[in-house]
């Protein structure tokens, strides 16, 4: 029998995991017992509607995570690994020596394991890092001090939570950094929505919708040289798919050889399709278009529940076979418990110190996640995970990148858990209504608009997606081309990507690598300004540019997709996107848009040019290539403008023709 005695706090874990208050009782033997806080979901219950106490019989099946040895050692080795000033960069820790450093010992695993065993519970697996036990809904209620009730929650029918914290003995929690699996309310929400109409931009895709091509097209990818050879990358899913889709998307869009799938079903997930069929076909599509002759795609599926949640992210974490990982499942930091976000950052940080890099979507309801409220989505808001946003992209009329705004819906804010980390420190303006204490949301983005979105092929039909779902696999499907790069040249792969990414924010290369979105359009709140802001991130890529600045590889130069024309007496001014990787351009000059061409000018330094001495009111034509020491880019759209008569204007350039 336990008797209360007043309550006391008490501090375990670490600056990342926050403090964990403890609240501590007592029992007639002195055994000192203390209440591990923060695992009953409140806000949850609030709008649930109570129907009484769980069934006795009723199975449980609880996730116990571990904490770890040397979390603050941690973070200074992450630290390390992407400081390319650092000894330690770049030497990323196989799972086995993770362990060896970092995870719980083996003496806490058997004392945890132990403990739970002779409360009655059924040790159904154990590892460094957690313990999976099992019991009675009974046997919990007796065991840790609560009772388990049930609940009726609109969208998801009956659920269960407990009406308290979780009751252990004090040396055992101190070796706890939380219990999963103690409530059922929080089903993940794919972050994907569906456009049945058609794109408004005139994609390659069925209906319009972007296809491949265009996806490589408008953000500067050269699938000739960047194409995800011999990288593995993975998807974390809480549903199946049908792989006839996947092989009819890869046959209707003529990706020859594409990267073989492998499903890997985790806690007794069978792996069937179910309502969430869209939200895993359109990962793995959007993945193959952008790293189309990949190694491997792996289909990591659980359960959708709090310990089924843990559980595929450690899954992938101790397998540790891809690089680079997506993930478009979540749920707002306001409907979860800071136990289960410190279970979370512990797996998150296993990765980083393992150099997999991990993308998460960062919501589809704006800025207002919560309806009425600012909030962010867990896990894009973890602080080693990097969240991707949602923009509107136009293209051209050749189908090169056009502009972007923010999409109304993306995701972005500010965490209400996570303080700043350092690589996001000074982000914070005053235009952008940004936090100088805590984690910022997103951190990159691309197209999600769903009216500007992406032809997907799912239950044996053709429909426009958008959501930032769609952004997180193509954001990691461009890790990879980055991993191809730096792996073809000897080096380590990237790790922890955001560093660099912020780093590269605030250096002169910036504009050349980001399409910095900066007119104030907005996901409800934040708007979109110059440099970082919390509906757009940093921007989207400049896909060849950003890859050579991420992997430090010199690659032929981002294709120039278009070029402005502006007519004067006898003289036509041009300009074109510079290119980050490109040392000078050549421009070719035809009087027909079939050519031929002829080059008037070679080895310009700058993206500008004057053709002078034209004859008024004749249209020419133009084309520009982009060269470094390592080659040539393919050539620029064509533009074409005639000169017209009026005040003579002196020639500018210096570049002879």
Known sequence: MITRKPILYFSIGTLLFLINFLDSVGTTSDVAMVRLRSHVPKASIAKARHIGRLLAS??????????????????????????????????????????????????????????????????????????????????????????????????????????????????????????????????????????????????????????????????????????????????FELDGYVASDIDYYNSYFKISNPPPLQNILVDQFNGSAGVGIDEVTLDIELMIAVAPKAKKILVYEGPNSDQGFIDVFQKIANDNLAQQVSTSWGASETELTPALFNSENAIFMQMAAQGQSVYAASGDSGAYLDGTKLAVLDPASQPYVVATGGTTLTLNSDGSYGSEKAWSGSGGGVSSFWKTPTWQAGSSTAANKGSASMRMVPDISADADPGTGYAIYVSGGWNIYGGTSCAAPIWAAFNALVNQQRVSAGKSVLGFPNPALYQAGVSSVYSSIFHDIKDNSSNGYYPAVSGYDLSTGLGSMKGADLASALSGVATPPATLFSIAITPHNQVLSLSWPASAGALSYSVFRGTSSGGPFVLVTAGATKAVYEDVNLVNGTIYYYYVVAENSVGINTQSSVASAAPQAMLPRAPTNVQAH
């Open 58 to 235: 009723r199975r449980v099946s609880l996730g116990i995570s571990l904490n770890l040895r040397d979390p603050v050692g941690l973070m200074k080795f992450i630290s390390r690994q992407q400081d390319p000033s650092d000894s330690e960069y770049g030497h990323f820790l196989t799972p086995q020596q993770f362990t060896e450093r970092f995870a719980a010992s083996q003496r806490d695993v058997d004392e945890v394991s132990s403990y739970f065993s002779n409360l009655g519970f059924q040790v159904t697996d154990r590892s460094p890092t957690m313990i999976h036990v099992a019991g009675s809904a009974e046997q919990i209620e007796n065991a840790l001090g609560l009772e388990l009730h049930q609940y009726a929650s609109e969208g998801q029918g009956e659920v269960f939570a407990p009406n308290a914290d979780p009751l252990v003995e004090s040396k055992v929690a101190a070796k706890i950094s939380g219990i999963s699996g103690l409530n059922n309310f929080q089903v993940r929400k794919p972050h994907y929505v569906k456009n049945e109409i058609s794109s408004l931009n005139s994609g390659k895709g069925p209906n319009g919708g972007l296809a491949p091509a265009d996806i490589q097209k408008a953000y500067g990818l050269n699938p000739a040289t960047m194409d995800g050879s011999g990288q593995t990358l993975a998807l």
